[in-house]
Each structure stands twice: as C-alpha cells, then as structure tokens.
C-alpha cells in the first residue's frame, strides 16, 4: 500500500521560509506538490520526476520554490522562500501522475498546513 507522509508546515510572517518534506516509502515516482486554498480549487505547485532529472513548477512560485529529491528518491522536499500571503494554503503531496496534471495522480497525502501572514 502507497502512503505518502507529508511533514514541514507551519506559520510563518511574509518573507520567510519554510520546507515541506514528503516521504513515499518503498517506491519511486513521479511526485508533485499541490495546494488548495479555502474556497478554491486544488493547483499543482511543483513537480519533479522519478529520477529528479525533470521538474515543472507554477507561474505563481518560479524563482522562490525549489522541489528536490533525496538521493534515495523516495522522498522529496520543497522549499519554500520568500512567502507571500497568497502562499497560504493546505499543501498535498502527490505521487504517480504525469507533471502538475492534477487528474493523473493516484497517490495523495493527507495534506500539511501553511500560513503565511502579513
């Protein structure tokens, strides 16, 4: 069975940083980080693949998000500088599905909190 344990959330004022960890014990993916804000639809953030050789990332974060891979592949991080209030959000880790493609992913962890505040 596929569990995806997501680590790293918090409260934070703007400008400063903060790194999510998600592990996916025993097996290798394509992973991504998504996120859904109240009221809103859940949107891709950052992607990187299987072997850590391709990543995508959102418009919205290029330049003060960077996704990465341990070298053992089966956990990945994003860290994330420079935060902004519209950062706010739950953030999702995902496995096996195809870049920010949302409806690709099969795997999903239960989410961990961000909140970044003015």
């Known amino acids: 069975q596929v569990q995806l344990v997501e680590s790293g959330g918090g409260s934070v004022q703007v400008g400063g940083s903060l790194r999510l960890t998600c592990t996916c014990a025993?097996?290798?993916?394509?992973m991504a980080w998504f996120r859904q804000a109240p009221g809103l639809e859940r949107e891709g953030v950052a992607y990187?693949?299987?072997?850590?050789?391709?990543?995508a990332y959102a418009d919205s974060v290029k330049g003060r998000f960077t996704i990465s891979r341990e070298r053992n592949k089966t956990t990945i991080y994003l860290q994330m500088n420079s935060l902004k209030p519209e950062d706010t959000a739950m953030y999702y880790c995902?496995?096996?599905?195809?870049?920010?493609?949302?409806?690709?992913?099969?795997?999903w962890g239960q989410g961990t909190q961000v909140t970044v505040s003015s």
């Open positions: 995902a496995a096996g599905g195809r870049s920010l493609e949302i409806e690709s992913y099969t795997y």
């Open positions: 025993g097996y290798i993916f394509n």
């Open positions: 990187i693949h299987s072997f850590g050789a391709n990543t």
